[in-house]
């Protein structure tokens, strides 16, 4: 199983990214799909999720509003869009799989996980 999350980079406060992550190896309609984040020297973090067929989303108090998960499960990819970005989104994304379900928050429901991709909000 190979998760390949990209997309990050460096952006200013109040711009745009959209996060992708590419799934091989696995079933991926099986697969709840949700991104996690840690920041230097912090926790990692629930951020979003999305279940098999996209009919339910979840996120957290900090990304509601902003970010955007959805999945192409014919292109076996989930996406975040994240927008009106501040600096203490600055962390490194990951994306993970879970096959059991209900969406869950805690980062030891999940299975597998990308590698990560570097997002910076400075001005």
């Known amino acids: 199983v190979q998760l390949q999350a990209s997309g990050g980079g460096l952006v200013q406060p109040g711009g745009s990214l959209r996060l992708s992550c590419a799934a091989s190896?696995?079933?991926?309609?099986?697969?709840?799909m949700a991104w996690f984040r840690q920041a230097p020297g912090k926790e990692r973090e629930f951020v979003s999720a999305?279940?098999?067929?996209?009919?339910?989303?979840s996120y957290s108090d900090s990304a509601m509003g902003r970010f955007t998960i959805s999945r192409d499960n014919a292109r076996n990819a989930v996406t975040l869009q994240m927008n009106s970005l501040k600096p203490e989104d600055t962390a490194v994304y990951y994306c993970?799989?879970?096959?059991?379900?209900?969406?869950?928050?805690?980062?030891?429901?999940?299975?597998?996980w990308g590698q990560g991709t570097l997002v910076t909000v400075s001005s």
């Open positions: 993970a799989a879970d096959p059991r379900g209900p969406i869950g928050v805690g980062p030891s429901r999940y299975d597998y």
């Open positions: 999305i279940m098999r067929y996209g009919t339910h989303t």
């Open positions: 190896g696995l079933t991926f309609s099986n697969y709840h």
